[in-house]
């Protein structure tokens, strides 16, 4: 009697699990993957090759996106060109540069206390991590250079203004006309303001055209 009433337990034991397990109650590992639960070794071993793949993938989007922040903080991308077929990291730069108008010339200044032509420069493009060389003559050997014809914005503008034929000033240029480059920069008497090639003492004393970028 004791064996037939185990046995009728047993049955009906085996028959209620049956019957939850049918009801979505997890009972394999399988069951458990499926339902996105599974948290046993698998989870904490090697990911696979598309697991690599899709990682690597979230970490280039991860980097694209910080850059693109640093340069623009909307969704446009940092090379997209406007009407003028203007670069869109030579836009934020022109922008940089020009929140630096009116600041107080120094020699050997990097900051809105004061800079120099090179000081301007470098430390605009330096916010970009774009690294120039710190004095406007050496900055005059970096990228290509180009014949006026060919000046874009933000090509770098080079003078010879100290008597000696020797490049000692630089700006960046701003606006292209046809016969006129606006270029901002940081003048010994007047700090940081924009500038024309058709201003007798530019144009007298200009030097040359780099592409940089």
Known sequence: MKILKFSIIAILSVFLFSCKSSSGIITSKEVAEKKGVYTGKSSTSAPTKNARTTSVKNNEESSKTSRRIKINDDEESDYAVDTENT?????????????????????????????????????????????????????????KKISQKEVQKGDLIFFKTNGRNVINHVGLVTEVNEDEIIFIHSSVQRGVIYSSTKEPYYKKNFAQVNRVL
């Not at 605009?124 to 991590?129: A, L, M």
């Open 87 to 143: 670069p869109y990291l030579v836009k934020q730069l022109i922008n940089a540069a020009s929140e630096y108008e009116g600041v107080r010339y120094k020699g050997g200044g990097t900051t809105k206390q004061g800079m120099d032509c090179s000081g301007l420069v470098s430390t605009v493009f330096k916010t970009y991590d774009i690294s120039l060389p710190r004095s406007s003559f050496e900055m005059a050997k970096v990228g």
